[in-house]
């Protein structure tokens, strides 16, 4: 499929008729931006999720967790998500609808980036280019472009007194148990923990199937790391090759991404964070496994106006699908903010020890303040006054060494308490400068995290997986999904049921479950008809039970007593197996140690 061909119609009604999802409480009128993955969208989707695991927990020798997707506001107030979570809302004046301002724009223009330029901006174009509800044409200039927060809002137990929200993210439950993580972790830097679950966002406007949905599936990594000393093997990697759309090129006339391998990424300093150029080319290596076509795939680099506000450098995977590039995957170097922020908020410490080779010995400024002073001359706030005294012997020690006389010759430092100042005599601080021995310190990682929507990489598998071919002048629509996640390994069929080919049909079904294939049984209609429909949901082998299965001559049958037809989707090429070895075969075939064509 080229680049500008959109089959969005095509993909929904397939997979509504095979069960890979449908929206969801259709019987009630089906609710915007929930959908219910039936049985072979749940199967795939466990698939993809379990490829997942496998690559950036198993292999990267990572841990897993699983929180809550109900949390209480103060984590959230520490994220910055109350203030911070939000999307541009405009509604029309006349039906009432409320649009993405920043998609109406982007749909009507050519700004693609407009969730960049901000409120402000978003409603002059508006007005500029006169655009219109897209539900009733009535026009949105001079309506007003508002920040909306994207959070499900809800109380934990009875009453509004301990009011929560749904996670919008999964990272949020990494970050609050992160001391005892550290423990579990023997706080040795790099560690990285792994979630995957619901996450969920009050989308103003969901469209585009399960492009833009209000309950989704996260993948996250949160890697905690030393900046000044980890860092990655980029060795593993480096040949990998991905296109970069660059910042730089993305505002450049004419811009495009750059085909370059992950050490040129590197080199030139397309991606400067080495961690972020690793997982993307981890990324590139698990996409490409799941069946994503990467001449419809990109790494993108945000701009200025698109960083999120924890995140020194993010870039994006994007795939083209539904006719427009859509957002799979984000990778951030999000700094220490995640940890200072819970720590300065909460009453836990989200630090790590950091041995020191060998002890060493450091002046280290210090301050016992005279209670017996303060209590009397700041009343109730003498032990506020104390505590920021410590503070800022700790910020500014100079202060107490070069504090000004006063008329009696004695120094004084100031310091704010609730945004009063208090001056403090010197020799009331108890302020010295010790020398301490200390053979460690304590600092807080920096997070590095690849998360990726398991969601939108499904439809994306979907979408680059859709084939439509003719065989034998019938026109097929087939899912060339790899067969490590593909919702059924094997359909499994008697050439009739009769004459005890559908009880050996079966015996072979029961078998090869017992390997641990996922397997379809079929008797119904006829064979071509039960290969479409395999073919159509992306199961990758079909085998038929014949007679020379059950060892019974027939003048039309040229296989060898015992064995079975295997047949490939793809190429609808047949080959004949002995049953004895039939598992052992789909087993290799499924897991890519053995190829078709070697059969």
């Excluded at 969920?200 to 790391?225: C, D, G, H, M």
């Excluded at 870039?315 to 903010?337: C, K, L, N, P, Q």
């Excluded at 504090?403 to 009331?428: F, I, K, M």
Aim: glycine share 10%.
């Amino acid at each position: 499929m080229s680049e500008g061909e959109d089959r969005s119609g095509d993909l929904t009604e397939l997979a509504k008729r095979r069960g890979f999802f449908l929206q969801s409480a259709g019987a009630y009128g089906g609710v915007s931006g929930f959908y219910t993955f039936g049985p072979n969208g749940a199967s795939l989707k466990d698939n993809v999720e379990d490829t997942w695991r496998d690559r950036f927990t198993v292999r990267e020798g990572n841990m897993e967790i699983d929180a809550p997707t109900v949390m209480p506001e103060p984590v959230f107030e520490a994220s910055g998500h109350l203030d911070g979570f939000d999307d541009m809302i405009v509604e029309c004046p006349q039906c009432g609808a409320s649009h993405r301002a920043d998609h109406v724009v982007e749909d009507e223009t050519d700004y693609e980036e407009a969730e960049a330029l901000g409120p402000e901006r978003v409603g002059e174009i508006i007005a500029e280019y006169e655009l219109v509800c897209p539900d009733c044409g009535t026009g949105l200039a001079g309506e007003a472009v508002e920040d909306f927060n994207l959070m499900f809002e809800t109380n934990i137990g009875p009453g509004s007194s301990s009011p929560g929200y749904l996670r919008p993210e999964t990272a949020q439950g990494i970050f609050v148990e992160f001391p005892q993580l550290a423990e579990y972790a023997r706080n040795q830097l790099p560690f990285g923990v792994t979630q995957i679950g619901r996450a969920y966002r009050n989308e103003i406007s969901p469209r585009k199937s399960l492009v833009r949905v209000r309950e989704f599936t996260q993948a996250e990594l949160e890697l905690f790391i030393d900046p000044e000393e980890d860092e990655p093997d980029l060795s593993t990697v480096e040949d990998v090759v991905a296109p970069f759309y660059s910042a730089e090129a993305q505002e450049a006339d004419g811009g495009e991404p750059r085909e370059l391998t992950i050490g040129e990424a590197v080199e030139e300093g397309v991606v400067t964070d080495p961690w972020i150029a690793y997982y993307l080319g981890v990324a590139t290596e698990w996409y490409e496994r799941i069946g994503v076509d990467m001449d419809r795939f990109r790494f993108r680099q945000h701009l200025s106006g698109e960083l999120a506000h924890y995140a020194a450098d993010c870039w994006d995977a994007e795939s083209y699908v539904t006719g427009d590039w859509v957002e799979i995957a984000g990778f951030a170097y999000r700094g220490d903010y995640d940890l200072s922020k819970h720590d300065e908020y909460s009453d836990e410490d989200y630090t790590v020890f950091k041995q020191y080779d060998e002890p060493i010995t450091v002046e280290r400024p210090t301050v016992d303040p005279d209670m017996s002073y303060l209590g009397p001359e700041f009343g109730g706030a003498a032990g506020d006054v104390a505590d920021a005294l410590e503070a800022l012997a700790e910020e500014d020690p100079d202060a107490f060494r070069e504090a000004e006389t006063d008329a009696d010759g004695e120094g004084t430092v100031t310091v704010e308490v609730d945004g009063d100042s208090h001056e403090v005599p010197v020799g009331q601080t108890g302020f010295a400068v010790e020398e301490v021995t200390e053979s460690g310190e304590h600092i807080t990682p920096h997070v590095v995290e690849p998360s990726l929507g398991i969601d939108r990489a499904l439809y994306t598998v979907l979408d680059h997986c859709y084939r439509e071919d003719e065989i034998d002048g019938e026109e097929r629509t087939f899912l060339e999904l790899p067969a490590e996640v593909a919702p059924t390994t094997v359909g499994v069929f008697p050439l009739m049921d009769r004459d005890g080919l559908g009880e050996e049909a079966r015996e072979v079904a029961a078998e090869l479950r017992e390997r641990g294939l996922s397997v379809a049984y079929d008797d119904s209609g006829a064979i071509g008809r039960r290969y479409r429909r395999q073919d159509e949901v992306g199961t990758p082998f079909c085998v038929t039970v014949d007679y020379a299965t059950i060892g019974e001559a027939r003048d039309d049958d040229e296989g060898e007593p015992g064995t079975v037809t295997v047949r490939e989707r793809d190429t609808t090429a047949q080959k004949r197996v002995d049953v004895e070895a039939l598992p052992e075969t789909l087993d290799a075939l499924r897991e890519g140690d053995l190829a078709f064509a070697e059969l």
